[in-house]
C-alpha cells in the first residue's frame, strides 16, 4: 500500500490546494484517516499572535479530521512569494532535501495515507540540486497530477509526467482544474492521448469545498484504487 501522495502540478496557483483537501474528505469518507501537509508554504501572513499561518496548510487541516500540530502539517513557512529555495534564502534558512523528507515522514505518525500538497510547481527548486520531483521520488510517493485547463498547460504537464516516469514515480492520475475557457472535448481527448494517464475528472476554480467535493466525486475511489489502498 502506498502510504504518500503527492499532489502536484507543472505551474504555480494551479488549484492544488482545492484538490489536495478534496481527496483528504473523499480518503476519510472512505475510512481512510488521511493527514494533509504543505511542507513549504509560501505568502504566509503573521495572525494576531503574531504567528506565521498558512491558509493552504490550515485548509489542509480543515479537511481532515485528523488532528495534526501546525508545525507538522505546515512546516516551513515564508512570506515571501517566490520559489521555495528563493523564500528559504531570503529568510536565512538553508533547506535541504533530508529536511524536507523527514518533516513529511513525521507526519506519518499521525495517520495515512499523507496527502503532500507539492511546494511550488513540480520543477520549483527547493534546494541547490533538487526540484519538487526529487522530493516525491526520495519520498516513493505516488503522483496526483493537477492540470489546470488553459493555453499552453498540455506541453507544460506533458513534460512533468516525463519527468515522473524518468524517476519511476507512479502515476495515480489527473485532477483538471477549470478557470476562464476550459479545454474543448478535442483538446482534452488530445491532451489524454499522449498523457497516458487516469482522468479523475474536473473542478471550477475558484469553488467551494462541497462544490469541488461534488466535481471529484469520484477523486477518492479512483485514487484509492490506485494506490491499491485499503
Do not use: N
Request: proline share 7%; net charge negative; aromatic share 4%.
Amino acid at each position: 500500500m502506498v502510504s504518500i501522495v503527492y499532489v502536484c502540478s507543472s505551474t504555480p496557483a494551479a488549484g492544488k490546494t482545492t484538490v489536495a483537501a478534496a481527496l483528504i474528505r473523499q480518503l476519510t469518507r472512505l475510512g481512510a484517516r488521511p493527514v494533509g501537509i504543505k511542507p513549504i508554504e509560501l505568502g504566509v501572513g503573521y495572525d494576531e499572535h503574531q504567528d506565521l499561518r498558512g491558509p493552504d496548510g490550515d485548509r489542509l487541516a480543515a479537511a481532515s479530521t485528523v488532528q495534526v500540530p501546525p508545525l507538522v502539517r505546515s512546516p516551513y513557512r515564508f512570506t515571501s512569494r517566490t520559489t521555495p529555495l528563493v523564500a528559504a534564502e531570503r529568510a536565512g534558512i538553508t533547506l535541504g532535501l533530508d529536511d524536507l523528507v523527514s518533516a513529511i515522514e513525521t507526519a506519518k505518525e499521525y495517520g495515512g495515507p499523507v496527502v503532500v500538497e507539492g511546494p511550488g510547481a513540480a520543477w520549483s527548486a527547493l534546494a541547490d540540486d533538487t526540484v519538487g520531483l526529487d522530493l516525491a521520488e526520495r519520498l516513493g510517493a505516488t503522483i496526483l497530477l493537477v492540470v489546470p485547463e488553459r493555453p499552453g498547460e498540455e506541453a507544460a504537464a506533458l513534460g512533468t509526467l516525463e519527468g515522473c516516469r524518468k524517476r519511476g514515480l507512479r502515476i495515480a492520475g489527473i485532477c483538471r482544474t477549470q478557470a476562464g475557457t476550459p479545454w474543448t472535448s478535442a483538446e482534452r481527448s488530445c491532451f489524454f492521448s499522449f498523457a497516458g494517464a487516469r482522468d479523475l475528472g474536473a473542478t471550477p476554480l475558484p469553488v467551494e469545498d462541497e462544490a469541488a467535493d461534488q466535481a471529484l466525486a469520484g477523486l477518492g475511489t479512483a485514487v484509492a484504487d490506485a494506490l491499491a489502498w485499503p
